[in-house]
């Protein structure tokens, strides 16, 4: 099939690889070229770097929107759009133009965790299984009739880097399937349940700020879900304290404040709401990521200390 492809993130990029090796590509649409960094120097989407590699037409519209630009993709006469992390939402008038529709692929089961961040939002709320779905797209988020989905689980130790990782696996293989079923006219088309529909929005900074009040089980997860962004933090003499890595703690506790250092050396001993975590990897402000001994031996937290 002729496929016009829109998607930004490094997610989309081994799905991107897939679709030009079973079909044709006309072109690649992706986000313009944002500024980066200290230095604030322009930057290429991972999905622009590797399509260019490839010697793929480029497309980076500011908006979808743009007379222009729907002109242009409409002309490319492709079969059928596949999106894929894009970051627009596309109008109905786009959604029209592929005589066998767009379709997009989400990381989630939905109807659960439409929206930006929905492996993130799994592994934050502890979930131990996840999956693929991919669907014709609709009006709205994330909204559109089922094709197929596929589950995968979540492992204890899995961070949003293996989840992502594997995600991305299970995509490429089910993106072939579900193209080959539309082909073919035969791809289901299974209304989602909307009064089941959960949320997952895009992350914010604020997210990563540790609750100490909270159970081990969740800051654990949090650290799992917010690396390597925002990161999981927490505030030590006015500055902020990144933990990367924490397991939970089977030994005694004694009586203390959520939040007090409970020992300081080897690791670092925090109490939680309804425990201890063991600490084992943080980053001071600027800072790199260390073990907490390395830390510490340089930068003693005194026991008693109360993080918040």
């Known amino acids: 099939m002729k496929i016009l492809f829109m998607g930004t993130p490094d997610?989309?990029?081994?799905?991107?690889?897939?679709?030009?090796?079973?079909?044709?590509v006309l072109a690649v649409v992706t986000q313009p070229d944002r500024p980066k960094g200290r230095g604030h120097g322009v930057v290429f989407s991972p999905v622009k770097e590797y399509a260019l590699s490839l010697g793929m037409p480029v497309l980076q519209?500011?908006?979808?929107r743009n007379d222009a630009f729907v002109e242009e993709i409409?002309?490319?006469?492709?079969?059928?759009?596949?999106?894929?992390?894009?970051?627009q939402l596309l109008p109905p008038r786009i959604l029209q133009i592929p005589p066998l529709g767009c379709i997009n692929i989400h990381a989630s089961l939905l109807p659960h965790y439409r929206g930006a961040a929905p492996m993130q939002r799994a592994i934050l709320n502890g979930d131990t299984v996840t999956g693929v779905t991919i669907m014709y797209m609709a009006k709205g988020m994330d909204t559109g009739d089922?094709?197929?989905?596929?589950?995968?689980?979540?492992?204890?130790?899995?961070r949003f880097a293996d989840v992502h990782d594997k995600m991305a696996v299970l995509s490429c293989e089910y993106?072939?399937?579900?193209?080959?079923?539309?082909?073919?006219?035969?791809?289901?088309?299974?209304?989602q349940n909307d009064e089941e529909a959960t949320y997952a929005p895009m992350l914010t900074k604020e997210e990563?700020?540790?609750?100490?009040?909270?159970s081990t089980a969740r800051i654990i997860n949090q650290v799992r879900a917010l690396d390597p962004w925002p990161g999981t933090y927490t505030?030590?003499?006015?500055?902020?304290?990144?933990?990367?890595?924490?397991?939970?703690?089977?030994?005694?506790?004694?009586?203390?404040k959520p939040g007090e250092v409970l020992e300081s050396g080897v690791h670092l001993l925090v109490k939680t709401g309804d425990g201890a975590l063991s600490v084992t990897e943080i980053q001071g402000q600027g800072s790199k990521r260390m073990s907490?001994?390395?830390?510490?031996?340089?930068?003693?937290?005194?026991?008693?200390?109360?993080?918040?």
Not at 61 to 64: A, C, F, L, M, W
């Open 208 to 214: 990563g700020r540790v609750d100490w009040s909270g």
């Open 175 to 191: 993106i072939v399937e579900a193209l080959a079923q539309v082909e073919a006219g035969t791809a289901a088309r299974e209304p």
């Open 235 to 256: 505030s030590y003499e006015g500055q902020v304290l990144k933990i990367w890595e924490c397991i939970p703690w089977d030994g005694d506790i004694p009586d203390a």
């Open 61 to 64: 519209p500011e908006k979808v």
């Open 11 to 24: 997610f989309a990029v081994p799905i991107l690889e897939t679709l030009s090796k079973e079909h044709q």
């Open 74 to 87: 409409t002309a490319l006469g492709a079969d059928i759009f596949v999106v894929v992390a894009y970051g």
């Open 292 to 308: 907490a001994g390395d830390y510490l031996r340089g930068r003693p937290i005194e026991i008693g200390t109360v993080l918040e």
């Open 146 to 158: 089922m094709i197929l989905k596929k589950t995968m689980p979540i492992e204890e130790s899995d």
